[in-house]
């Protein structure tokens, strides 16, 4: 009697042990997989900021253009008030 019962209590032992291998093992492969997807978000992240970043790239000129424009009639309204404050009355 006592044979079989050790038997079994050996067999339990067994599967208990291999399912807490089996555990650990499923484990270290989910930690695998969130660093993985950990990397994946950072670089979604960093594709994302690219994206924001590219329209106010693609705007620079566009503003520069502006600025150039503004000054330009900054220069030709300042001459005019000269022209203007200079004419003889």
Do not use: W, Y
Request: glycine share 2%; proline share 4%; charged share 25%.
């Amino acid at each position: 009697m006592r044979l079989p019962l050790f038997f079994i209590s050996l067999l339990t032992f067994a599967l208990f042990g291999c399912s807490k291998n089996n555990n650990s093992t499923k484990i270290e492969e989910l930690e695998k997989r969130i660093e993985k997807l950990e990397l994946i978000q950072i670089s979604i992240e960093k594709f994302e900021n690219i994206q924001q970043a590219v329209p106010i790239l693609e705007a620079i000129p566009i503003t520069i253009q502006n600025v150039e424009r503004i000054d330009e009639m900054l220069l030709e309204l300042s001459n005019d008030l000269k022209n203007h404050n200079h004419k003889p009355s």
